[in-house]
T-cell receptor, first 115, second 113 residues
Framework: ETGVTQTPRHLVMGMTNKKSLKCEQH?????MYWYKQSAKKPLELMFV???????ENNSVPSRFSPECPNSSHLFLHLHTLQPEDSALYLC??????????????FGSGTRLTVV | GQNIDQPTEMTATEGAIVQINCTYQ??????LFWYQQHAGEAPTFLSY????GLEEKGRFSSFLSRSKGYSYLLLKELQMKDSASYLC??????????????FGKGTKLSVKP
């Protein structure tokens, strides 16, 4: 248990489905992140939230929609995904955007398969 | 642009020493991190370097040379449980970003008996 909990651990969905990934942290961190990890590729930053406000969106397709209702919870809403979206989706948190020298704390990820 | 390079795979023997290199090209450099990731698990923080030199933490050490854009992670007295992927990540303020971490592809280390 790293302090950042992601659910579900595994998800298989059809291209017409709508699903949501959930991330929860109780570390008192103010910044939260979504990363995509594909085989043989580096972790790709998708979204950054600071104090529940989105501060960065790295050209992610609109079929991925993040939501941060409070500083402890982060969601990634998925709809009409493509097979190439199959990957490990990692959530991370840090104390604050400008204090990441303590490192990020990652969740164990959601393994997503789009069929 | 930004680029981080590290070897894809390495193999070493239990009890030995292994050095995993990382080179980077980035603007607005603001620190380098090493993470360990076991298969199917979360990446976990190993080390952070922002100034040149060696940081030692038990069996693990990390070195940084900012002028060369180079870092390495040194693992001593290797154990079987050290078999994992090791991710090099650079914190950069490039392009007006908030200083997010940019990751390399990771080095998969296999420790043999």
């Amino acid at each position: 248990e790293t302090g950042v909990t992601q659910t579900p651990r595994h998800l298989v969905m059809g291209m017409t489905n709508k699903k949501s990934l959930k991330c929860e942290q109780h570390l008192g961190h103010n910044a939260m992140y979504w990363y995509k990890q594909s085989a043989k590729k580096p972790l790709e930053l998708m979204f950054v939230y600071s104090l529940e406000e989105r501060v960065e969106n790295n050209s992610v397709p609109s079929r991925f929609s993040p939501e941060c209702p409070n500083s402890s919870h982060l969601f990634l809403h998925l709809h009409t995904l493509q097979p190439e979206d199959s990957a490990l989706y990692l959530c991370a948190s840090s104390q604050a955007l400008d204090r990441a020298y303590y490192g990020y704390t990652f969740g164990s990820g959601t393994r997503l398969t789009v069929v | 642009g930004q680029n981080i390079d590290q070897p894809t795979e390495m193999t070493a023997t239990e009890g030995a020493i292994v050095q995993i290199n990382c080179t980077y090209q980035t603007s607005g450099f603001n620190g380098l991190f090493w993470y360990q990731q076991h298969a199917g698990e979360a990446p976990t923080f190993l080390s952070y370097n922002v100034l040149d030199g060696l940081e030692e933490k038990g069996r693990f050490s990390s070195f940084l040379s900012r002028s060369k854009g180079y870092s390495y992670l040194l693992l001593k007295e290797l154990q079987m449980k050290d078999s994992a992927s090791y991710l090099c990540a650079v914190r950069s303020n490039y392009g007006g970003s908030q200083g997010n971490l940019i990751f390399g592809k990771g080095t998969k280390l296999s420790v043999k008996p």
